[in-house]
């Protein structure tokens, strides 16, 4: 087998936690033309691991097979697409950022950060959305917000080599078909589940509120950034808040593409998908003071880690 060196493999790794932005940011650097997006790719990042009980990973995972695999297939996407720059989109490597450095140990990184407030609220409509759709009687609405989601997991996967990858790793090896070995329940062990599982979520997901799972997947993510970011180089990350995204796009977009060392073509700009203006702070109104009481001791440290609050009284 050949060996992949990742020197030689344009990567940005957008790194941020669910539902903070990083789908949008995504989406809008795929526009680019030296740019292709690939979203969350995790049977690839995921090849070796796909049983694992969480999905935080150490530098010590990645092996020399593993490493070798994970090149191999972003050099064929890169390829595929005909892309200068590969920008990869997965939340999940919130937890595993070592790892990852050790994959791609030149790639870029674009740190995006948003309120875990907001963010939790967020999480909490996905995770109520998708459970409708996936759980028990499937009326003719659910049926079709069904087909839109898987229609919208096909889109995610422009080439068809790695639509057939993902639909296999989905369905799991053929001596484990019939044994409720779809990846999702192999994911959750049984349950519905969505995001991120960061160490512990067994004993948490069923004796907490969900609520409070939320805040504990989000609260997990930003905790893997803001304590692994330092081994990350200056020159190698560029970091922004949501918020100022939201009511900055243009100066942000050309800080970003000037950090990418990239030229916005022509409109470029003009043609940035819509993007609604305020969209922050909703948490405020939201969510009750009970609630607030339940996830702030949750949230509390690594809102202070990131800026947003300096105190506790918000929940109190």
Not at 20 to 32: A, F, K
Request: some cysteine; aromatic content about 12%.
């Amino acid at each position: 087998m050949m060996n992949y060196s990742a020197l030689h493999i344009p990567i940005l790794l957008i790194i941020g936690p669910p539902r903070s932005g990083t789908s949008i940011l995504g989406r809008i650097l795929g526009t680019h033309p030296a740019v292709s997006t690939w979203v969350e790719p995790y049977f690839v990042w995921d090849h070796f691991f796909r049983q694992a009980p969480h999905d935080e990973r150490t530098a010590e995972d990645a092996n020399h097979a593993v490493c070798n695999q994970i090149r191999r297939d972003f050099d064929n996407f890169r390829k595929g697409m005909e892309a200068d720059i590969v920008a990869d989109k997965s939340p999940r490597n919130c937890l595993r950022i070592p790892f990852v450095q050790q994959v791609f140990p030149k790639a870029r990184y674009l740190f995006i950060y948003r309120d875990g407030r907001d963010a939790v609220l967020s999480i909490q409509a996905q995770w109520e959305r998708k459970e409708a759709v996936f759980s028990g009687a499937r009326s003719r609405r659910q049926r079709k917000q069904l087909n839109t989601i898987l229609g919208k997991w096909l889109a995610r996967r422009p080439l068809w080599r790695f639509r057939l990858r993902a639909l296999g790793f989905e369905l799991g090896p053929w001596y484990l078909q019939g044994r409720k070995a779809m990846l999702n329940q192999v994911r959750w062990e049984g349950r519905f589940g969505w995001g991120p599982r960061f160490k512990s979520w067994q004993q948490m997901i069923d004796a907490l509120e969900p609520i409070q799972f939320y805040a504990h997947q989000w609260a997990a993510c930003a905790r893997g950034m803001t304590r692994d970011k330092p081994r990350i180089p200056a020159e190698q990350k560029f970091e922004m808040r949501y918020e100022d995204f939201v009511d900055r796009p243009e100066e942000i977009l050309g800080r970003l593409l000037a950090f990418l060392e990239l030229e916005p073509p022509a409109g470029f700009m003009a043609d940035i998908p819509p993007i609604l203006k305020g969209n922050y702070g909703k948490w405020k109104s939201a969510f009750s003071s009970r609630e607030l009481s339940t996830i702030g001791p949750i949230l509390e440290t690594p809102l202070i880690e990131m800026g947003y609050e300096r105190e506790s009284n918000w929940y109190a």
